[in-house]
C-alpha cells in the first residue's frame, strides 16, 4: 500500500503545477487504488487478467491482494476491457463488480493481408510464434499444456517461443523445463525456445 500511495503524491504534485484531466491505469497492480478515490481525477480503469487467476488466496497476503483488486475495480467509475472474455473472468473471479459501468474498446490491427508480400517460398508446414512473457497470467501454462496435444494430431505445426524462461511461481522450475521434463523431451524438434530475443530479431 505504501507504494500504492507514494503514486498517488507523485500525481498530487503534478497536478499542483499542471492540472491532470484523466488519470488511465490498469488494475494491475493496483496502483491508482487512491487515485480513483479522489473526485478530482477522472479516473479509467483497464481490465487485464486479475491476479484471482493466478492467486488462490490461500493466505492472508493473497487474499488481501485480490480483494484490493476487486475494490478497485467496484470503486472505478469508468472501466474499460479489450474483450468480452476479461469481463468474463473477472465476473468469474469477483462478481458482478463492473458490469454496468464497463465499456468494450476491442485492441486490433490494420489489415495488412492485401499489400504485405511474403518473402519466402509456399510451404506447407505451419509455425506458431508466441512472443512474451512466460508467466500464467499471458496463458503460458495454458499453451504449454494444450501442445502436446495438437503436435500428437498435426505433425506439419512448429512453435516457436520466444521470451524470458522465467521460473513458475511456488515451483522450483521454469516453464521450460517443465516443459520438457513433463513431455521427456519428446517434442524438441517441434517446440523451440529461444529465449529472450532482440528487436532486430523480432522484426
Given at each position: 500500500m505504501a507504494r500504492t500511495y507514494s503514486y498517488y503524491e507523485e500525481l498530487l504534485k503534478i497536478h499542483e503545477k499542471r492540472p491532470v484531466d484523466i488519470v488511465h491505469a490498469s488494475i494491475w497492480p493496483c496502483l491508482h487504488y487512491y487515485t480513483v478515490q479522489d473526485e478530482r481525477f477522472v479516473c479509467v480503469t483497464t481490465l487485464v487478467t486479475p491476479v484471482a487467476h493466478v492467486?488462490?488466496?490461500d493466505d492472508s497476503s493473497e487474499r488481501f491482494i485480490m480483494d484490493l483488486e476487486k475494490d478497485l475495480i467496484k470503486k472505478s467509475k469508468y472501466v474499460l476491457a479489450d474483450s468480452k472474455a476479461i469481463l468474463d473472468e473477472i465476473e468469474r473471479c469477483y462478481g458482478d463488480v463492473c458490469k454496468n459501468n464497463a465499456s468494450i474498446l476491442y485492441l486490433g490491427l490494420k489489415d495488412e493481408a492485401q499489400t504485405v508480400k511474403i518473402n519466402r517460398e509456399a510451404?506447407?508446414?505451419i509455425e506458431i510464434l508466441y512472443v512474451g512473457r512466460f508467466e500464467n497470467r499471458k496463458g503460458t501454462d495454458t499453451l504449454l499444456e494444450a501442445i502436446p496435444k495438437i503436435l500428437d494430431k498435426y505433425d506439419d505445426i512448429t512453435f516457436r517461443l520466444?521470451?524470458?524462461n522465467s521460473q513458475i511461481?511456488?515451483?522450483n522450475t521454469t516453464y521450460k523445463d517443465k516443459f520438457i521434463s513433463e513431455t521427456k523431451n519428446k517434442y524438441s524438434q517441434k517446440v523451440i525456445f529461444e529465449g529472450e530475443v532482440s528487436n532486430e530479431v523480432l522484426n
Open positions: 492467486l488462490k488466496g510451404s506447407s508446414e520466444l521470451g524470458v511461481p511456488g515451483l
